[in-house]
C-alpha cells in the first residue's frame, strides 16, 4: 500500500516550507490539499508558494482551475488518487500538505462525499430560509444529515453551505469506505498568542506586497464577485472593501480577524482527528528533525 506522509497545522505555522524540506531529505513530492491554491491567479492571498520557493521540489494541485469554477471536496478527492499512483510508479513518496481539513478527513478517513447536479429549486429554497431563520439553522440542518461535511463548512459561507446541504439531500455514495493508502499524519502545533501574531504579520504582508491590486485584476479579468473562490478569506473582504462596503481599515481588521477565527476551527477540527501526532514548531529546527526522523522510522517500520 502507498505510504503518504501529511503536514498539517493552522494557517501560518510553517506547512509548505516542513513539507519541502521533508521531500528534499526523503525523496518525495508535495500534494496541496488546500480548497483556494487550486485556484489560477489567486496567489497573494491564498499565500501561495511560487515556483522560485519550492526549491526544486515538484508540487502538485496548485493552479488547476479557472477561479470563476465551482471545485468540490468530491472532486477533490478523486485527483490524490491518481497523482498517489503516478508518483509511486516513479518512487517518490508523497508529502500531503494542508489546512483545508475536510478535504484531509475525506482521504484518511475515507469519506466519499457524493455529487450531485444542481437543484435551483432547492438552493432558493435553502437560501430563502437562511434570510428568515438564519445560517446557523441551516448549519444544523446539515450537521445533523451529514455531520462529517458540516465540520468543515462555516455558516457564514452560505453559497457552500448550501452547496454541501444539496450534496446531502440529493447526492450519492456518501458513505466511509477504507482509506487507499497507508499514512502517517503530523500537526505542527504553536502557542496560540504567537500563531495569531503570525497571522497579523502575514496579513500586513500580503497586502504591502498586492493583494487589493490581485483582487482588482481577477475582477477585471471576469472573476465573478459572488464566484466560490472570491468567497475565500481575504478575498470577500477585498470585495467589500473595493464596493466601499467597508473602508480599509476594516477591511484589514476583517481579514485578520476571519484568519484568526479560520485557524482557531483548523485547530479545533485537528483535535477530533484520530492519530495525529503533533509537533511543536517553536523551535523549528528542532521539530524538522523530530519529523524527519519519525519520517524514517515510520517508513522503515513499514516496508
Not at 481577477?218 to 470585495?239: D, F, H, N, P, R
Amino acid at each position: 500500500m502507498q505510504k503518504v506522509i501529511f503536514i498539517l497545522g493552522p494557517t501560518a505555522v510553517g506547512k509548505s516550507d516542513m513539507a519541502i524540506y521533508l521531500a528534499k531529505e526523503l525523496d518525495g513530492e508535495v500534494i496541496s490539499a488546500d480548497s483556494v491554491q487550486v485556484y489560477k491567479g489567486l496567489n497573494i492571498g491564498s499565500a501561495k508558494i511560487l515556483p522560485s520557493e519550492m526549491c526544486g521540489i515538484t508540487h502538485h494541485l496548485i493552479d488547476i482551475i479557472n477561479p470563476n469554477a465551482a471545485f468540490s471536496v468530491a472532486q477533490f478527492t478523486r485527483l490524490p488518487e491518481e497523482k498517489l499512483d503516478e508518483m509511486s510508479s516513479r518512487g517518490k513518496l508523497p508529502i500531503i500538505v494542508g489546512g483545508t481539513f475536510l478535504y484531509v478527513k475525506a482521504l484518511t478517513e475515507g469519506y466519499n462525499f457524493g455529487e450531485t447536479n444542481k437543484n435551483q429549486s432547492f438552493r432558493d429554497k435553502m437560501q430563502k430560509e437562511i434570510e428568515e431563520k438564519g445560517a446557523q439553522v441551516v448549519w444544523e440542518k446539515l450537521n445533523d444529515k451529514f455531520p462529517q461535511l458540516a465540520q468543515g463548512i462555516h455558516p457564514n459561507n452560505t453559497k457552500r453551505l448550501i452547496r454541501a446541504l444539496e450534496i446531502a439531500e440529493f447526492g450519492e455514495n456518501k458513505e466511509k469506505t477504507s482509506a487507499k493508502f497507508d499514512f502517517k499524519l503530523f500537526a505542527l502545533s504553536l502557542d496560540r498568542e504567537e500563531l495569531y501574531n503570525r497571522i497579523n504579520a502575514r496579513v500586513d504582508k500580503m497586502l504591502k506586497n498586492g493583494l487589493v491590486g490581485e483582487v482588482e485584476k481577477l475582477i477585471s479579468s471576469g472573476v465573478q464577485k459572488s464566484t466560490q473562490s472570491m468567497q475565500a478569506i481575504g478575498y470577500k473582504e477585498v470585495v467589500s472593501f473595493l464596493d466601499k462596503e467597508i473602508d480599509y481599515q476594516k477591511m484589514v481588521e476583517q481579514i485578520k480577524q476571519h484568519s484568526r477565527n479560520y485557524a482557531k476551527r483548523q485547530l479545533t477540527f485537528l483535535r477530533s482527528m484520530p492519530n495525529v501526532e503533533s509537533v511543536d514548531v517553536s523551535d523549528y529546527e528542532n521539530a524538522k528533525n523530530q519529523i524527519l526522523e519519525k519520517s524514517k522510522r515510520w517508513l522503515n517500520d513499514n516496508n
